[in-house]
């Protein structure tokens, strides 16, 4: 594990002692929400000395009506997530929905996260962890 969060944290100070943080927008909106967010978020955690993870949904899968916004295209908004971590020298990391989905967003994220209400999923953690990407598997309310 400790292998894995030096490569993670190798642009920024890691404290074994301390937290780092997950966070961004829901999902990826416009490259202004996402650079904004992160460059404030970068900012703070810096100053407080926070390891940081930019954390953005490439598409949101899970939305209580079916008409709700659920992205900006699949490879725009992978892009995006992968110019915002370079930008501003954090890792990434996306919700995956599906097996199929785990090789793509690999190819852009530094993290797979597992939703958790796919937490049980055999076949998509099967599929995240072929990846050999670092997986945030949320806990689900089973």
């Given at each position: 594990?400790?292998?894995?969060?030096?490569?993670?944290?190798?642009n920024q100070s890691y404290d074994?002692?301390?937290?780092?943080?997950?966070?961004?927008?829901?999902?990826?909106?416009?490259?202004?929400?996402?650079?904004?967010?992160?460059?404030?978020?970068?900012?703070?955690?810096?100053?407080?000395?926070?390891?940081?993870?930019?954390?953005?949904?490439?598409?949101?899968?899970?939305?209580?009506?079916?008409?709700?916004?659920?992205?900006?295209?699949?490879?725009?908004?992978?892009?995006?997530?992968?110019?915002?971590?370079?930008?501003?020298?954090?890792?990434?990391?996306?919700?995956?929905?599906?097996?199929e989905e785990a090789a793509v967003?690999?190819?852009?994220?530094?993290?797979?996260?597992?939703?958790?209400?796919?937490?049980?999923?055999?076949?998509?953690?099967?599929?995240?962890?072929?990846?050999?990407?670092?997986?945030?598997?949320?806990?689900?309310?089973?």
């Amino acid at each position: 594990m400790q292998a894995f969060l030096n490569k993670l944290f190798e642009n920024q100070s890691y404290d074994n002692n301390n937290f780092f943080l997950l966070a961004g927008p829901c999902v990826i909106e416009s490259e202004e929400i996402v650079m904004e967010v992160a460059d404030k978020v970068a900012t703070i955690c810096k100053n407080l000395g926070i390891p940081y993870v930019f954390k953005s949904s490439y598409r949101k899968a899970n939305r209580t009506s079916a008409n709700s916004f659920t992205g900006i295209g699949d490879e725009t908004a992978l892009q995006l997530l992968k110019k915002t971590g370079e930008a501003y020298g954090v890792p990434t990391v996306t919700d995956i929905h599906a097996h199929e989905e785990a090789a793509v967003a690999a190819k852009y994220a530094d993290i797979l996260q597992i939703p958790a209400f796919l937490c049980r999923q055999t076949d998509l953690l099967e599929a995240a962890a072929k990846t050999g990407k670092i997986i945030n598997v949320k806990k689900g309310n089973s």
